[in-house]
């Protein structure tokens, strides 16, 4: 079969309208709510274990068995292989991390570090675009745009060079790292400095795509998740193909932890895994929506049914105060997340938890896991800033294994650490030393 047996249905259970894949589309044309990618798991010709997929890293010479997404290609088989764009995605490093471990008083074999920024543009963004691009190659799409806090449009920058396609980024004045818009400069995208934030940009490039026919990238795009599944699926993998007891992520736009309650949603409906681990989201407390709308107005999925209303006069509130999302961890300063009612479900698939950290404690926990091995993004530290408060307060044991996203590589946004270790006086502050030019000064330095 030419083209597999996969089709978009829309997730409010009021509407349940299906489209075809072929159809480009980031929001249900019937009721407007968001898309997921179905399949018909009777025609996919599925391994009888996870640990069946292993057999690909021996095949390394062949292009879609190299990448971390597409060697797990029947779990998202929504596009022919030809179709299938790769650049190398998804060579990621699951770093059991001792050291850290131990400074946060937990038995050391029990944490690790996924680490996304080893992808092609430096972070977990190459899972999506992959998928994204291979979407937009199947239906000809000849151009793409995205609005971006810094990674989604350095990767998207990256596939659309690498396919083709015409690019252009939305950014906010003043609101991205320069780490990150150097790369989509340099991949060739046009950027689009909007006087506004994310969540402006984001509006508008909704209404450019639509007017213009360009293919949108941002996770509105449902195969854009799609590909961000597969993080799970390699954490499993390194884990000899065990769930861990937590998975904590940035909050954000909740793509990735819409994605990763998908994921396991689906392999515990294939019986490929015998368990769904824990789902923490962490957020900024200067951008956090998530954390507002479920603690303080109990919003839930509930089914589908979930009470539109109270997101509605949520945004009225912030609209109303001319509130501005906050945070030196800018890959997660969005105060309107798209993927607000996925994210809700997979917290309810996962018998998740929220919480928002302040930007001191991400940037404190930013210092501990450079120190300890890996160096990350502000946005990729909540996690750790996150799991002290899940320890501290008994709601992850110490004997747990836990295992924490760190979306981006440290060079995404370089100013945030030497700011830390030069002009903060924090816990893990590490600032340059400075000596006359003296041989017996500059040895006496030396310890």
């Known amino acids: 079969m030419d083209t597999p047996p996969a089709y978009q249905k829309c997730i409010n259970p009021k509407c349940s309208a299906t489209f075809g894949c072929e159809e480009v589309l980031f929001q249900c044309p019937t009721c407007g709510d968001l898309l997921d990618i179905c399949y018909d798991w009777n025609t996919v010709a599925l391994p009888k274990t996870l640990a069946d997929f292993a057999g690909r890293w021996a095949k390394r010479n062949e292009r879609l068995d190299f990448s971390g997404v597409w060697r797990f290609r029947e779990l998202l088989d929504f596009c022919p292989d030809r179709c299938k764009v790769s650049i190398g995605e998804g060579q990621t490093l699951l770093q059991q991390n001792g050291a850290l471990a131990a400074e946060l008083g937990m038995n050391p074999d029990g944490l690790f570090l996924q680490y996304e920024g080893m992808n092609p543009s430096g972070s977990f963004k190459d899972n999506g675009m992959t998928a994204a691009f291979s979407h937009a190659r199947m239906v000809g799409a000849t151009a793409s745009a995205c609005a971006s806090t810094g990674n989604t449009s350095a990767s998207m920058a990256l596939y659309a060079h690498s396919g083709g396609l015409k690019a252009t980024v939305f950014i906010g004045q003043g609101k991205i790292a320069f780490g990150k818009l150097s790369q989509a400069m340099d991949y060739g995208a046009q950027t689009i400095q ?108 509930n089914n589908g049914h979930t009470d539109n209303d109270a997101i509605k006069a949520y945004y009225d509130g912030l609209d109303a105060a001319g509130f501005r999302p906050h945070t030196v961890a800018s890959a997660i300063e969005i105060s309107r997340p798209v993927n607000l009612k996925k994210c809700l479900r997979a917290l309810e698939v996962c018998n998740g938890v929220v919480l928002a950290v302040t930007d001191e404690e991400i940037l404190d926990a930013k210092a501990q896991i450079g120190k300890t091995g890996l160096g990350c993004e502000p946005a990729s530290a909540a996690t750790i800033a996150g799991l002290k408060h899940l320890l501290a307060e008994g709601t992850i044991g110490k004997d747990q294994r836990v295992a924490c996203v760190l979306t981006g590589h440290p060079l995404k946004d370089p100013n945030a650490t030497v700011d830390y270790h030069s002009q903060m006086q924090r816990p893990f502050s590490n600032p340059p030393m400075h000596a006359a030019n003296d041989l017996d000064k500059i040895i006496a330095l030396i310890k």
Request: charged fraction near 25%.
């Open 194 to 301: 909007i006087e506004g934030d994310f969540d402006d940009c984001m509006r508008q490039v909704q209404d450019v795509c639509r007017q213009l026919k360009i293919y949108l990238v941002n996770s509105l795009n449902p195969f854009r998740l799609e590909g961000q599944k597969t993080i799970m699926y390699r954490i499993i993998e390194q884990l000899g193909w065990e769930a861990p007891d937590w998975i904590i992520v940035p909050g954000g736009n909740l793509g990735n932890s819409s994605a990763f309650g998908k994921a396991f949603m689906e392999l515990q409906t294939l019986g490929l895994i015998d368990r769904v681990p824990r789902l923490a989201v962490i957020n900024a407390v200067g951008a956090n929506t998530l954390t507002e709308l479920y603690h303080d107005k109990k919003l839930r999925w």
